[in-house]
């Protein structure tokens, strides 16, 4: 089936058909459907059921002609046969008949140039919302001739049958790169269709238009300078990108092209855990009517949120447009970065809370994707933990690691003007349970002097185990911060957790080694004794 004959088969045997309701007729359906609620602040909260979280273990990708030689198949892109796919979506387009659907018109990609047009087919009206929150939103003149490119086809109440439709269990999320499709079942998770389609440009821009992809934050600074922030939960991303002197691009997915950075959403998805006004302004005052929260709940006898509350989940979130927040750049497009940050929460203390990196190391860092976990953050974890992810976004990636990393180095070699920064956010002086924290106004600070160009000038020295080159001055940080040896009591203890970490780097590594050229290897750490 074609494209315009999958949508016309659905939309023919549908109940009735609401196409592009606005947010105030989606919140209406969705409380007279008994999908949500109203909050104090005007919000709809919606629970999602048995899944609060993506589910990675179920995540297929078809393999066929285009896809067979190109996806970095494993655990990340597991292997689905087209006959069964086919079988599965006729399963899925027959399970509509005689529903009520709610179909939308969106995009992704702010660049015009990049543009990707997406239909949206959901059943119910708060995916739906979602949608038209986090997708970018037509004009009513785009509408007059929308042509979707690709389809998400999103049927949580539908459960597949395991050993019949060739899935792991009965929910599952599969990508048909050929015949352009998202199709999602069994899980009313709506983060799903949102990375569906960071997947899908995960692989056509790099693959088929030399666009670089990126999971990583964007802004604008006043004289129209652009910074990249990558980092995994916890390294501070949102907070350091949000700044009151720079305009945000976006929080999330970007793509670098020639000479644009652009996003590609229309909206923000954000964490809600222990949200307040005083530690998020922004993200609090956009959940208003028209945003969506989900598995949340009130305080008791009222409407007002508790967001300390995680009885459903941790990761209960916001779904809002982009235009809610404030300080946005318009378009969300920027130029070439001047700047990038990979942010990293150091628990072993070992990471300097700033230093520059050469192109190798850029890359070797990009494909690392370093942080880690504290001791009591999860069950089990006694000691810090080291966490990798491959470009900040392992899961995402339809290609081989090294692909993105080698378009990174092109990159920063066509524009040697480009600094790379690595930042630690995490703990000096020590591990985590000895060291102390980085002070956010010493990181700010850090941000700050290599945004405005103060650690242009200044000498540098090379880590002795990482090889990254340290500022010996920063304006407004205290000079003996700058080199994390000096700021341990026992040299002989930091050398060693020094070489303990650069040990878990190389490890790591291995998985990545055959797909990358002798600069991003020669990169590596060089530890001077083993773990």
């Known amino acids: 089936m074609t494209t315009n004959s999958i949508v016309e088969k659905i939309l023919a045997n549908a109940g009735q058909t609401f196409q592009n309701l606005t947010p105030a007729q989606l919140v209406q359906h969705a409380i007279k459907n008994g999908e949500g609620v109203l909050t104090d602040t005007g919000a709809l909260m919606a629970d999602t059921g048995e899944f609060t979280g993506r589910s990675p273990k179920d995540k297929f990708c078809v393999a066929d002609a285009k896809t067979e030689n190109t996806v970095w198949w494993g655990e990340v892109n597991q292997k689905f046969e087209p006959a069964k796919f086919d079988a599965l979506l006729n399963k899925v387009i027959k399970h509509f008949e005689g529903k009520n659907i709610y179909t939308r018109d969106a995009y992704a990609c702010a660049d015009p140039k990049y543009r990707l047009n997406i239909r949206v087919f959901n059943e119910t009206a708060y995916h739906n919302l979602f949608c038209n929150n986090l997708f970018l939103r037509p004009t009513a003149e785009d509408l007059k001739d929308f ?6 086809i999103n049927a949580p109440s539908f459960k597949a049958v395991a050993n019949e439709d060739g899935t792991r269990q009965h929910n599952f999320t599969m990508i048909d790169f050929t015949r352009k499709i998202i199709l999602i079942g069994g899980s009313a998770y709506t983060g799903e269709m949102k990375k569906g389609i960071f997947t899908v440009l995960n692989y056509i821009l790099p693959e088929e238009k030399g666009v670089l992809s990126m999971h990583c934050s964007a802004n604008i600074g006043k004289d129209g300078d652009t910074a990249i922030f990558f980092g995994l939960s916890g390294t501070g991303k949102t907070t350091l990108s949000a700044d009151p002197e720079r305009k945000l691009i976006g929080d999330d997915e970007h793509g670098w092209a020639d000479n644009s950075v652009f996003n590609f959403e229309g909206g923000c998805y954000a964490k809600c855990v222990d949200l307040t006004k005083e530690k998020e ?20 006898e009222t409407t007002t949120v508790d967001y300390t509350n995680i009885s459903v989940t941790e990761n209960t979130r916001a779904a ?32 300097p809370p700033i230093s520059k990196l050469n192109a190798g190391q850029a890359m070797y860092s990009f494909i690392s994707g370093y942080t880690a976990k504290v001791a009591g953050t999860e069950a089990g974890v006694t000691e810090p933990q080291a966490t990798f992810s491959a470009c900040f976004g392992r899961v ?9 990393a080698k378009m990174l180095g092109e990159k920063l070699k066509a524009n040697p003007n480009i600094n790379v920064w690595l930042i630690n956010t995490g703990w000096t002086g020590g591990a985590y349970g000895t060291g102390s924290r980085m002070k956010l106004s010493y990181t700010r600070a850090m941000i700050t002097a290599a945004l405005n160009g ?36 026992d040299k002989l203890a930091y050398d060693a957790q020094a070489n303990k970490l650069a040990n878990m780097f190389v490890k790591n590594f291995e998985q990545y080694a055959a797909g990358v050229d002798v600069e991003i290897l020669n990169a590596a750490p060089k530890a001077t004794q083993n773990a």
């Open 147 to 152: 042509a979707p490119e690709w389809l998400i």
């Open 281 to 300: 302004p922004q993200i609090f005052d956009a959940i208003q009517f028209g945003s969506l929260l989900e598995n949340t709940r009130f305080y008791p």
């Open 320 to 351: 809002y447009p982009i235009n809610l927040i404030d300080n946005i750049a318009v378009p969300s497009v920027g130029k070439t970065p001047e700047n990038i940050f990979f942010l990293t929460a150091d628990a072993f203390g070992v990471l």
């Open 396 to 404: 995402f990636l339809p290609l081989h690691p090294g692909k993105y």
């Open 454 to 489: 103060e650690l242009n000038n200044v000498a540098y020295e090379n880590h002795a185990v990482f090889g990254y080159a340290m500022p010996t001055a920063c304006p407004n940080v205290p000079i003996e911060l700058l080199n994390p040896r000096n700021t341990w009591a």
